[in-house]
């Protein structure tokens, strides 16, 4: 299933992936890809969000520590995807009013099986 490498810590453990059962097509609708439209204020589009941008990094580093049980594997180390599986994407949903200096909700989803996967602080 997966191998592990050093990371750039002492203490951190890269998971790499053997194998994936990733859809290179199973991606958001390409009308949400367009990016930014803002009639009345109002936006919903989605962007990709590359795997070493803050958000990607943080939920491999989550979803690393919560495999690391499940693969038996030190308590004492940090682990961290390093990367997605293969035909895997991360994209944030903007979505909502997008006033002068705010910005509109948005959420995590990862792409690539049949069905996207939304990330929630809650579940890891």
């Keep these: 299933m997966s191998h592990l490498e050093r990371g750039d810590e ?8 053997r194998r994936s059962d990733g859809d290179p097509t199973a991606r958001p609708p390409a009308d949400k890809l367009n990016g930014p439209s803002n009639p009345g204020g109002f936006v919903d589009y989605m962007k990709k969000v590359g795997v070493n941008e803050a958000p990607a990094k943080l939920w491999r580093q989550k979803l690393g520590n919560a495999l690391r049980k499940d693969l038996g594997l030190s308590m004492n180390k940090q682990y961290y995807l390093a990367g997605w599986p293969r035909d895997y994407e991360l994209f944030v949903h903007y979505k ?9 909700r948005n959420d995590l989803y990862l ?14």
């Excluded at 792409?111 to 890891?124: D, M």
């Design 10 to 17: 002492p203490n951190d453990q890269l998971i790499h992936f």
């Design 96 to 104: 909502g009013e997008s006033k002068a200096g705010t910005l509109p």
């Design 111 to 124: 792409y690539g099986w049949f069905s996207r996967i939304i990330l929630e602080v809650t579940k890891y």
